[in-house]
């Protein structure tokens, strides 16, 4: 073997096989995308009922006193009383006037004042699933998050639901590092300067406000799944709950060990502190070096990856610090941790190759700087290597303002002597998302009706395998949302067999 090294020496390997999958962040609310379940027709049965009940309500369009009742209201009074918030007043005051007089429907759900004014979203982002520090994990009772007792009523739901908020204590980190608070201390002022369409009097006291607003929604959640499915939406909910929360490092590595073990370079993105875990101890270990950044985010629970083919490297070296401090010195908007991972790895095959796995944010502006910042970090210290760069870019297939184009993001990359896989496709072949949300979530503006999806979906070229076309010709590639390395046209995903919502790219580049 040894001779056989030496008489390949820096004759780079003719083929060289590399995976990027975005393996999606794990998502705490398992009714939030709509998902393909072909074994369970009661999925699409409820979702169906639900956007029935926003869309017609009729007669179920009851006033909101009638599900959160005033008795509840006055016991939630009585513990923010205690907490002595600020203005309960006039919380009272819009209680009683307005909001438990209005319909839980076309006067609460549908309200887009509501939505503006982020008096749901934003205490749900905040209590939904609270990380502590001994990285167990507490969901407020509702069903919009992993929280795992049964809601059978309204009545039920309230009892648990106010011990949550004003008698159960998590320990966090927070500014001034671990420390234990009650989960209604975590709430916070909904700012006028960030959220324009809060009044200034209800920025005063939007800590009261924003509580009534969560205690309501989350009522009337409990209230019309009930009404709706009430023998069999727990059963869905905890099969989601398993496929795409509780198992969902497990399946994303029995794909990577069936489909991709053979591959050179699998480059993973969003993956979560326990995967690496989980990889570390899998038999995927006997194939990969599972290389382990030095920062890993477990607050996000974030993290781009590299595995390296044993048999196809010798050793590596992470260079992370290196191009983000070329990123950092031209950028105001910094990467989050996690998102960048960059080695120098050396092959069987003599050569040097620079290997990176990146997330870029929503819109895609960072990807472009990203990917300059890395070659950059190449011309500077590591010269004599082979880029190879596994990308979601988050860029989109239609120009708008504030996001990243796809074919500009082309035209960038070309400009630092690189191409994408995707370079000479069709727009309809690039595509790596097509999911959609349901309107079990706190922004009902983002919901997508199910006659709606083909048109409307999150349809986009998100994700890019990046390489220098002087070092390599694309021979193959594929995209996969099966997890078994095919690809079903415009069909949601995840699935309850697929747990991301970002197509897996496999890449056959040959030498040039």
């Known amino acids: 073997t040894h001779t056989h090294t030496h008489r390949k020496a820096h004759r780079m390997a003719e083929r060289i096989t590399l995976v990027s999958w975005n393996v999606a962040a794990i998502n705490n609310n398992p009714f939030e995308q709509r998902i393909k379940w072909d074994d369970d027709p009661r999925y699409n049965e409820l979702m169906e009922k639900v956007e029935h009940f926003i869309e017609c309500p009729g007669d179920n369009d009851v006033c909101i006193n009638e599900v959160f009742t005033t008795d509840m209201f006055e016991e939630l009074m009585s513990s923010m009383e205690k907490e002595k918030?600020?203005?309960?007043?006039?919380?009272?005051?819009?209680?009683?006037?307005?909001?438990?007089?209005r319909r839980i429907v076309s006067n609460f759900l549908q309200d887009k004042v509501l939505g503006k004014k982020r008096l749901v979203s934003m205490p749900d982002r905040l209590t939904n699933t609270v990380q502590c520090v001994d990285k167990t994990m507490l969901c407020r009772p509702t069903i919009i998050n992993a929280y795992t007792e049964e809601l059978p009523s309204v009545e039920v739901w309230f009892k648990k639901w106010m011990h949550f908020m004003f008698e159960t204590e998590a320990e966090v980190f927070g500014q001034k590092g671990a420390a234990k608070q009650r989960i209604c201390s975590m709430l916070k002022q909904i700012k006028r300067s960030k959220y324009p369409d809060i009044t200034e009097a209800e920025e005063i006291i939007s800590v009261a406000l924003q509580t009534v607003a969560l205690a309501i929604f989350d009522a009337v959640m409990v209230h019309m799944l009930n009404t709706l499915a009430r023998s069999y939406w727990y059963q869905i909910k905890m099969g989601l709950f398993k496929s795409i929360y509780e198992n969902k490092p497990q399946r994303i590595l029995e794909i990577l060990t069936s489909t991709y073990a053979c591959c050179d370079v699998i480059c993973l993105q969003e993956a979560a502190a326990s995967l690496i875990e989980q990889a570390t101890e899998s038999t995927l270990n006997d194939t990969f070096f599972i290389v382990t950044p030095d920062q890993v985010d477990g607050v996000r629970n974030q993290n781009s990856l590299v595995f390296l083919n044993r048999a196809t490297f010798t050793e590596c070296k992470e260079v992370t610090a290196e191009v983000l401090e070329r990123y950092n010195a031209h950028e105001s908007l910094r990467l989050d941790d996690g998102d960048m991972f960059a080695l120098s790895a050396k092959g069987t095959d003599g050569v040097s190759y620079f290997i990176a796995s990146f997330h870029g944010d929503t819109n895609g502006i960072a990807s472009t700087p990203a990917v300059s910042a890395l070659m950059q970090c190449l011309h500077d210290v590591l010269p004599d290597h082979v880029p190879l760069f596994g990308v979601d870019s988050n860029t989109h297939a239609d120009s708008k303002p504030k996001t990243k184009d796809v074919k500009e993001f082309f035209v960038d990359i070309d400009a630092l002597g690189l191409q994408s896989c995707f370079k000479d496709a069709e727009v309809d072949e690039m595509y790596t998302t097509f999911s959609a949300r349901t309107f079990l979530q706190p922004q009902f503006q983002k919901a997508t009706r199910s006659a709606d999806i083909e048109h409307l979906a999150d349809h986009n070229p998100?994700?890019?395998?990046?390489?220098?076309?002087?070092?390599?010709?694309l021979e193959a590639l594929t995209r996969d949302n099966t997890g078994e390395g095919t690809f079903i046209p415009k069909s949601v995903f995840p699935t309850?067999?697929?747990?991301?919502?970002?197509?897996?790219?496999?890449?056959t580049l040959k030498r040039q």
């Open 85 to 101: 918030w600020v203005g309960l007043d006039q919380v009272r005051e819009i209680w009683e006037s307005d909001y438990q007089h």
């Open 462 to 473: 998100k994700d890019h395998i990046v390489f220098r076309p002087t070092d390599f010709v």
């Open 496 to 507: 309850i067999r697929f747990p991301s919502d970002h197509a897996a790219l496999l890449c």
